[in-house]
Nanobody, 123 residues
Framework: QVQLVESGGGLVQAGDSLRLSCVASGRTFSSYSMSWFRQAPGKEREIVSA????????YYVDSVKGRFTISRDDAKNTVYLQMNSLKVEDTAIYYC????????????????WGQGTQVTVSS
């Protein structure tokens, strides 16, 4: 079992930056691929970024490429999402998710989810 706890969300202005963190419980964090999803009001949850278990491969949805960076620190059981040049359309609840081995861009593939952290970007 893996428990995930996100933090770092908040209210910012367009153009600002935020760094989200997700801390995982358990001793096998290094074997899990980690992803960030987001869900805006009235919209389906979508993948934002993913990093595989080795950290060698990453994925970004087109809308955040060049602005967001995902990284992981296995010594701290933590995955990060650095979000720069935030836009109003980035407003959503951001969720951390984990699955064994290779990452996947589809929600049903993930076994463990955090409770989410709210990111609000004002114009």
């Amino acid at each position: 079992q893996v428990q995930l706890v996100e933090s770092g969300g908040g209210l910012v202005q367009a153009g600002d930056s935020l760094r989200l963190s997700c801390v995982a419980s358990g001793r096998t964090f290094s074997s899990y691929s980690m992803s960030w999803f987001r869900q805006a009001p009235g919209k389906e949850r979508e993948i934002v970024s993913a990093i595989n278990w080795s950290g060698g491969n990453t994925y970004y949805v087109d809308s955040v490429k060049g602005r967001f960076t995902i990284s992981r620190d296995d010594a701290k059981n933590t995955v990060y999402l650095q979000m720069n040049s935030l836009k109003v359309e980035d407003t959503a609840i951001y969720y951390c998710a984990a699955k064994r081995f290779a990452y996947n861009i589809h929600l049903p593939a993930y076994d463990f989810w955090g409770q989410g952290t709210q990111v609000t970007v004002s114009s």
